[in-house]
C-alpha cells in the first residue's frame, strides 16, 4: 500500500478527503499552509482538531509571500469578503491566483522528500465555476507533470473531481466524518458567518444531503430564505 | 507585445534568457527564490548586479520551507556538495525536490497577480541527465497546466529547452551577456571553486563555445586537465 500526503486546509472537502484517505493508503499525513488569507488562522487551528483526533500528523508550510505580492479578497492584504453565491462574478475577487498549483508543487516536493508516493487533493466539480485551478483541465496536466517530475513519480489523486459538495457532505457522513471540527468562512471571525460564498456552500451541501449541520452560524437566518435571498 | 517574468536565479542559464527576453518582450521582471540553498545569497548578489546593470526590476520570494523540510546536498541542512560531472550518480543527491514545478508555480500566482503574460525558465538540454524537472516531459504539462489554471492563460516559455549549455554561451555571447556577473557555483564560497558539477559544466560550456571564461575560480586547474581527471 501506498504513502499519501493530504493537502489539508481543515474545510469539510479535504477533512472527507483525509477520512477517506485513511481507509485507502498504509500511511497518512497532513499538510496545511499559511499563506496569509483572512480565515487560515481559524482554519488551521480546526485542521489541527482533526488531526488530532484522528492521530495524523500535520505540517504547516509557510506561504507568506502569497500575501505579500499577490492580489486577492482571500487575502488579509485584500478588500472585503463578498457575501453571495459562488456563481456570481464578483466573487472572483476571491481567488488567489495559482494556489492550487503552488500548493501541489510544494506537497509533491515535500512527498518526494519524505518517500511518500501519493498526494491527495479534495476539490470537487462544483469548485470549477470560478476557480481554474480547480478544474481536470488544470488537475490532469498538473498530475503528469508531477509524475514526470519527481524520481518517485508522485501520483496526483483527487478523488472527488467529479462529486459536487453535496455528494462530499455524503462521503462524509458515510464516514462518520466529525464536521463540527471543519472550518469553511473566509471571514475568519469567532463564528463562521453563514453568508459568504463558502459558508452558503457549506450550508446548502448540508441542506441539499439531508445531513444535519453542526455548525454555529454568526447569521443563523433559516437557509431555505437565505437560497431566496440569494435566487440561487 | 507581451509582459514577461524571468525565473531568474544569476546563473549562466537564467542570465541568457534575460538577455534574450528583453528583444522578445515589451516588459521585463525578473523573480528570484530564497529556498535555503548553499549558494543562494552568492547567486541571488549576482543577480541584483545584472538587474541594476540592466535596468530591470527584481523580487526575492522567501521559500525558506524548502531547506526546513526538503532532503537535499544542496541545501545548507544537507550534506557535502560533491564534486565531478553531472552525469555521475552521486550528483543526484543535489537535485531538490520538484524545485522547479513549485519555482514555475509561484511565478505563475504572481505574473498572474502583476497581470503579465509570459513566464521564461531557462532550463536547458543538457539539464535532462539528473534533473526529472527540466525535461520536456515536465514541462509540457507544467506549460498546460499553468495555462489552464490561471485566468490569463498565462504562458510558459522555454526559449534553451532543445540547447546545450555550449549552445547558451554562445547565444549569451551574441547578445552581450556580461559573463563576469554570473554565479554558478554550489558551494557558495567566495569565488566559484570551478571543481563542482555546475562549476564544471560552465567551464566546459566556455570551453567549448570557445568563449573566454571570465571567471575566477578558486581551482584554477587548466579545464583540459581537469576533463581528463573527471574523464567527460
Not at 488579509?76 to 453565491?85: L, Q, R, T, V
Not at 471571514?187 to 441539499?208: I, L, M, P, V
Amino acid at each position: 500500500m501506498q504513502k499519501a500526503l493530504i493537502v489539508f486546509s481543515g474545510g469539510m472537502d479535504s477533512t472527507v478527503a483525509l477520512y477517506d484517505a485513511l481507509k485507502k493508503y498504509s500511511h497518512v499525513e497532513t499538510l496545511s499552509f499559511h499563506y496569509g488569507s483572512k480565515h487560515n488562522d481559524r482554519e488551521h487551528e480546526h485542521a489541527l482538531k482533526t488531526c488530532n483526533t484522528l492521530g495524523v500528523g500535520n505540517t504547516l508550510i509557510d506561504l507568506g509571500f502569497m500575501g505579500q505580492y499577490f492580489q486577492s479578497d482571500l487575502l488579509k492584504s485584500g478588500g472585503d469578503i463578498p457575501e453571495g453565491h459562488y456563481e456570481e462574478e464578483t466573487m472572483k475577487s476571491t481567488v488567489v491566483p495559482f494556489r492550487n498549483g503552488i500548493m501541489l508543487s510544494v506537497a509533491a516536493g515535500l512527498a518526494e522528500s519524505r518517500e511518500m508516493s501519493v498526494l491527495v487533493l479534495g476539490n470537487h466539480y462544483g469548485d470549477h465555476a470560478i476557480y481554474p485551478d480547480c478544474r481536470a483541465e488544470f488537475i490532469d496536466p498538473m498530475a503528469r507533470a508531477i509524475k514526470a517530475g519527481t524520481y518517485a513519480e508522485v501520483e496526483l489523486h483527487s478523488p472527488f473531481c467529479k462529486m459536487t459538495k453535496t455528494d462530499i457532505a455524503k462521503r462524509g457522513a458515510e464516514l462518520n466524518v466529525d464536521f463540527s471540527l471543519t472550518w469553511s468562512c473566509y471571514k475568519g471571525g469567532e463564528k463562521q458567518c453563514g453568508r459568504c460564498s463558502t459558508c452558503f456552500e457549506r450550508r446548502e451541501a448540508f441542506y441539499d444531503s439531508g445531513i444535519p449541520d453542526p455548525t454555529d452560524y454568526l447569521d443563523k437566518t433559516d437557509f431555505e430564505i437565505l437560497r431566496e435571498e440569494y435566487e440561487v
